[in-house]
C-alpha cells in the first residue's frame, strides 16, 4: 500500500494557524500531484488543495488566500499552511495523490488518500 505519512492536526482558534505536512516515498512524490481533501462533519468530502510535480497549486475558492501549499523535494513532503482559520474549517483531512503513471509512481495509479487527521476551530 502506499505511504501516506500525515501530521499537523489539532486544535486551533479562530483566527489562527495550523500546518499539515504529508510525507511519502521517492517515487510517489516525483511522479504523483499530491495534496488534501477535507471531509466536515456530516458533508461531503471536498478539495481543499493539490499541487502538480511542477508546483503547479490549485486552491478551493473558500481557501483561496489563507492557505499555502507547498512541496519540499528533500524530505519528500507536501506542507498546506493554514491561516486565519474559520469554523468551517473545521474537518478531518486527508492526504491525497493523483497518480497518471503506474511505471513512473512504482505501481500506483489513480487517487489514493491517507488516513486523516483531524482539524478542530474553537475558541
Known amino acids: 500500500a502506499v505511504q501516506l505519512v500525515e501530521s499537523g492536526g489539532g486544535l486551533v482558534q479562530p483566527g489562527g494557524s495550523l500546518r499539515l505536512s504529508c510525507t511519502t516515498d521517492s517515487l510517489v512524490f516525483t511522479s504523483c500531484a499530491m495534496g488534501w481533501y477535507r471531509r466536515p462533519s456530516g458533508k461531503e468530502r471536498e478539495m481543499v488543495s493539490m499541487?502538480?510535480?511542477?508546483?503547479?497549486?490549485t486552491y478551493a475558492d473558500s481557501v483561496k488566500d489563507r492557505f499555502v501549499i507547498s512541496r519540499n523535494h528533500s524530505d519528500k513532503t507536501v506542507s498546506l499552511e493554514m491561516t486565519n482559520m474559520k469554523s468551517d474549517d473545521a474537518a478531518m483531512y486527508y492526504c491525497a495523490i493523483d497518480c497518471d503513471s503506474a511505471y513512473d509512481s512504482g505501481g500506483y495509479y489513480g487517487r489514493y488518500w491517507g488516513r486523516g487527521t483531524q482539524v478542530t476551530v474553537s475558541a
Open positions: 499541487i502538480t510535480t511542477t508546483g503547479v497549486a
